[in-house]
Structures are given as C-alpha cells and as structure tokens.
T-cell receptor, first 112, second 109 residues
Framework: DAGITQSPRYKITETGRQVTLMCHQTWSHSYMFWYRQDLGHGLRLIYYSAAADITDKGEVPDGYVVSRSKTENFPLTLESATRSQTSVYFC???????????FGSGTRLTVV | DAKTTQPTSMDCAEGRAANLPCNHSTISGNEYVYWYRQIHSQGPQYIIHGLKNNETNEMASLIITEDRKSSTLILPHATLRDTAVYYCIVRAGYSTLTFGKGTMLLVSP
C-alpha cells in the first residue's frame, strides 16, 4: 500500500531496554522526520534526514539514534529506554523541506 | 522562524464556516504560512500553505493580509470530522516544521 507506515502501533518496554521504532514510506520522498508528542510540550522534532545516509538533529535528539541506509526506511532507536521517553512518536516524510509533510499514524511507546 | 499566536480554542456549528485566525507579526519576506491539523490520536495532516496570495484547495482557503502579519484559515462548511487541533506555522522553505500549541476547534451539531 502506498503511504507512510509506522510499526509497531503500540509498544511497552522496560527501562534500560533497547527499542526500535520503524518507519517506511513508499513515495521515495527525500526527507523523513521523527517527532514526539507529549502533553504540555506538543510536537517536537527529534531527528530528520535529507537523504540516505544523511541525518541531522532536531530539537530533542538526546537518547535517540537514527539511521537511513535506504531512502524508504527511517528507524528510530532508543538505545536504553527511560521513562521520560514514554510518548507518542510520529514519523513523517516530504519531497523537500518546503513541501507539506505527510505523517504516519504514530507509535505509542510506554516505558515502565 | 517567526512566532505565531492562535486562540486556544474555538467553537463552530456544523455546516457553518469556521474561520481560524493566526497572528504572525514578525514574519519575514521569505517565510510561508502553513496550516496543519491533528485529529485526536492521529498524525498531523497538511492542509494548505501560502506566501502572500490567497490560496484555496479542496480542504480549505487561506487568506493572508496584505501586510502578511496575519492570516485566516477558512473551512467553508465545517463538519463534525473537522474537530481537531489546528496549527498555524510560519517558516522559510529551508527550515523544518516547528509546531506550537494550535487552536482546538470543536464543531458541534
């Protein structure tokens, strides 16, 4: 199916564990983004990527690692999850920074 | 990117036009006005954007004042499914999207 898909939809993990959130888009968009959304903070940019093997930090990158070996995939890894990383994570893609972003349905992550 | 000011919440009757205002008095000449919305538990959805001319698409119209210091997003015939948080974002084409708190629009029967 065309579009942008995130997996898993829901995830519960324990403090200290590594967890990877997946994001896949079928449009061959150059840009991909990861945001987190928390009550009281709204949507905040974690990392973004302009192309395969090109990534850059956003507003809140600490504790996260990204990679982009293929244009269509942009996984987000929490190397050692903390409770403060409990959040809803949204992936997005865009043809360019100036175009509209298309967001995925989100992953609700709970760290216990 | 220029700062935007939006009302915290607005109400609209179903079938009526919803007019959502946004102030961006410090906007620069190369900055665009973007509107996104987020329906509960979903990812944000792009609605429309413009530089200085009014814009219209199948979802909404965007009216930008001549001095570009404010804009209005118009949903011509609001439905219950338009209940969402609406974000007005001002940014240059080379910068990423930064979301503010937005306006919670409640459409009632």
């Amino acid at each position: 199916d065309a579009g942008i898909t995130q997996s898993p939809r829901y995830k519960i993990t324990e403090t200290g564990r590594q967890v990877t959130l997946m994001c896949h888009q079928t449009w061959s968009h150059s840009y991909m983004f990861w945001y987190r959304q928390d009550l009281g903070h709204g949507l905040r940019l974690i990392y973004y990527s302009a192309a395969a093997d090109i990534t850059d930090k956003g507003e809140v990158p600490d504790g996260y690692v990204v990679s982009r070996s293929k244009t269509e995939n942009f996984p987000l890894t929490l190397e050692s999850a903390t409770r403060s990383q409990t959040s809803v994570y949204f992936c997005a893609s865009s043809e360019s920074l100036g175009h509209g972003y298309t967001f995925g349905s989100g992953t609700r992550l709970t760290v216990v | 990117d220029a700062k935007t000011t939006q009302p915290t919440s607005m109400d609209c009757a179903e079938g009526r036009a919803a007019n959502l205002p946004c102030n961006h008095s410090t906007i620069s000449g190369n900055e665009y006005v973007y509107w996104y919305r987020q329906i509960h538990s979903q990812g944000p959805q792009y609605i429309i954007h413009g530089l200085k001319n009014n814009e219209t698409n199948e979802m909404a119209s965007l009216i930008i004042t001549e001095d570009r210091k404010s804009s209005t997003l118009i949903l011509p015939h609001a439905t219950l499914r338009d209940t969402a948080v609406y974000y007005c974002i001002v940014r240059a084409g080379y910068s990423t999207l930064t979301f503010g708190k937005g306006t919670m629009l409640l459409v009632s029967p």
